[in-house]
T-cell receptor
Framework: GAGVSQSPSNKVTEKGKDVELRCDPISGHTALYWYRQSLGQGLEFLIYFQGNSAPDKSGLPSDRFSAERTGGSVSTLTIQRTQQEDSAVYLC????????????FGNGTRLTVT | AQKVTQAQTEISVVEKEDVTLDCVYETRDTTYYLFWYKQPPSGELVFLIRRNSFDEQNEISGRYSWNFQKSTSSFNFTITASQVVDSAVYFCALCSDTGRRALTFGSGTRLQVQP
């Protein structure tokens, strides 16, 4: 497809388990972003990848969160030892990496930690 | 540090009313970009408009208009003759030309348009 694809769309996990969320950006987009949106809240920046540069991890809330981007394309966000406060919608976006260009968002992964 | 403030958490109007969504931003950068995104109930964020810091010309697109004022660090969004389909959460966002390139979002304004 032409848009940003995220999987799974929904994930329910037990507290303490690890989860992996996947993002497939638009082909040719060199910039990839992860945001988190808690219920009724705004978007919280998590991490930003741009080409081969070191990612901007300044938004990751704890060392339980990590992300990688393989081959400059697909990205995986991993949350280890999930906690209930990790429950949120995790949004991925991609762009052509110029600040004036809009981000293209996926539909998100709704994570519920029970 | 960058910051975007959307003081209006929720607004409810009746169809055909005009409504303005406020956005105030903070940045130390001289070159920056401001955006509005719409998040309908389906959840996907949709880009609406971008303004550059060096271009204060206001813009109108159909029923939508945007008022950018650097003097007050505001970038307000007006919907004229609102419709039920305008019901959504609207986010204002800021990106600087230097430093972190990720968008900084406001907390959003939920707009409910009643028939």
């Amino acid at each position: 497809g032409a848009g940003v694809s995220q999987s799974p769309s929904n994930k329910v996990t037990e507290k303490g388990k690890d989860v992996e969320l996947r993002c497939d950006p638009i082909s040719g987009h060199t910039a990839l972003y992860w945001y988190r949106q808690s219920l009724g809240q705004g978007l919280e920046f998590l991490i930003y990848f741009q080409g081969n540069s070191a990612p901007d991890k300044s938004g990751l809330p704890s060392d339980r969160f990590s992300a990688e981007r393989t081959g400059g394309s697909v990205s995986t966000l991993t949350i280890q030892r999930t906690q209930q406060e990790d429950s949120a919608v995790y949004l991925c976006a991609s762009s052509l990496a110029r600040p004036e260009l809009p981000l293209h968002f996926g539909n998100g992964t709704r994570l519920t930690v029970t | 540090a960058q910051k975007v403030t959307q003081a209006q958490t929720e607004i409810s109007v009746v169809e055909k009313e005009d409504v303005t969504l406020d956005c105030v931003y903070e940045t130390r950068d001289t070159t920056y970009y401001l955006f509005w995104y719409k998040q309908p109930p389906s959840g996907e964020l949709v880009f609406l408009i971008r303004r550059n810091s060096f271009d204060e010309q206001n813009e109108i697109s159909g029923r939508y208009s945007w008022n950018f004022q650097k003097s007050t660090s505001s970038f307000n969004f007006t919907i004229t003759a609102s419709q039920v389909v305008d019901s959504a959460v609207y986010f204002c966002a800021l990106c600087s030309d230097t430093g972190r390139r990720a968008l900084t979002f406001g907390s959003g304004t939920r707009l409910q348009v009643q028939p």
